[in-house]
């Protein structure tokens, strides 16, 4: 049987592996493995070990505790708001032209949202 958990990481792990362009292949090689096995880690087929979740962490660039955020001890209930946005193509396409900018120059942009918020 398949864990809520488990399904909640394999899907962080695809969400950030969309995030920054990366395919299934090119983190598989840069873990070691098989492209295959990252297809059963996203699906939550196969459970992710401490230490390979440790590695996938650091090929993509995020904590390990990136891909348990939004998990509640509700089954079922991912409770992750990023989660549901995530699906939407536009915003696929926000996140990944904001990688896209130069690290010095996306404060300025966070600067630009946050006066747009408050012109509500």
Known sequence: MVHIVDTH??????????????????????????FQQIQKYETGA???????????????????????QGVTENEGESGDVFSDLIVEEEVVELVQSYYAIPHGQRGRLMDLARALIEVR
């Not at 792990?13 to 098989?34: H, N, P, S, W």
């Not at 196969?46 to 904590?63: E, F, H, K, T």
């Open 9 to 34: 990481v394999g899907k962080r792990i695809r969400q950030r592996r969309g995030m920054i362009e990366m395919t299934q292949q090119v983190l598989a090689d840069r873990v070691g493995i098989k």
């Open 46 to 68: 196969n459970r992710v070990s401490a230490s390979r979740l440790w590695d996938i962490a650091n090929a993509m660039g995020v904590p390990v505790g990136f891909f348990f």
